[in-house]
């Protein structure tokens, strides 16, 4: 028997479905950006409600912790002082956590404040405001004029000098670049890197590319200043080496 094919091209056509109109695929894209923009603005309504929530049994510990403390017989040792000084610390943590929580979740409803910012005023008023803990050799290039909130713009290199500092490597002089290139803003430090294998995570919320106990940080100020940078239309990435330092970088619009 001969196998008989048929060609339903035809009725494929005629009875394909079709094409939505222009108006409808703008309403169905306007109706997608309302439903994103109301999940947004939930996420950060209950990330505001839990931090404050959290806030007010965190005082609680830590009074109670410090109270614990002052009224212990000295008869217990040091290892009752270890314990409080542990369930203080951990309260200090969250807490930590818990502001730099409501500072993210608060980004979105900040209105940007646009204005002409010279970077190159800002970023020695940003210096003079860190205390590193060891000797640093800054090494400051020349650094364009920009369109953007300024007061933000100062968190993100802020975040980024703090990071340089807080990555530093034990075992030399600690030396931090900032400067712009064909490339960027860029924030240089010879510190200790980190593996390009785990740079997806890099600026995720709560994301951690070390542990704890080698450096101190709750994962929320890389990811804070992704969001202030994609918030006015730029992009931010890094590059590194374990033991060789890295380099973050970011853009804005001209």
């Known amino acids: 028997m001969t196998a008989t094919t048929h060609n339903l091209e035809p009725f494929e056509r005629a009875y394909a479905a079709p094409p939505a109109p222009p108006e409808d695929l703008e309403r169905r894209l306007r109706e997608r950006t309302e439903e994103l923009a109301a999940a947004r603005r939930e996420i950060e309504a209950v990330a505001y409600s839990v931090s404050h929530d959290l806030r007010a049994p965190l005082r609680l510990i830590h009074a109670h912790a410090q109270m614990l403390r002052e009224d212990m017989p000295s008869g217990y040792g040091p290892e009752s002082d270890l314990h409080v000084e542990q369930i203080q610390r951990g309260a200090r943590q969250l807490s930590e956590l818990i502001d730099a929580l409501l500072t993210y979740s608060r980004l979105g409803e900040v209105e940007l ?114 969001r202030i940078i994609e918030r006015h239309g730029g992009r931010i990435w890094a590059d590194a080496n374990v033991g060789e330092g890295a380099i973050f970088r970011f853009t804005l619009p001209a």
């Open 113 to 226: 404040k646009r204005e002409r910012v010279q970077l190159g005023e800002v970023v020695p008023e940003v210096i003079a405001g860190l205390k590193p803990s060891r000797q640093v050799e800054w090494r400051i290039g020349e650094l364009p004029a920009v369109l953007g909130d300024r007061a933000l713009l100062t968190q993100v290199l802020s975040i980024l000098l703090n990071n340089a500092l807080k990555y530093a490597s034990a075992e030399r002089r600690t030396r931090v670049d900032v400067g712009a290139d064909a490339d960027g803003v860029y924030v240089r430090d010879n510190g200790v890197g980190f593996d390009m294998r785990y740079a997806g995570k890099l600026f995720g919320l709560f994301q951690r590319l070390h542990r704890q106990d080698e450096f101190e940080g709750v994962g929320v100020g890389l990811a804070l200043a992704r």
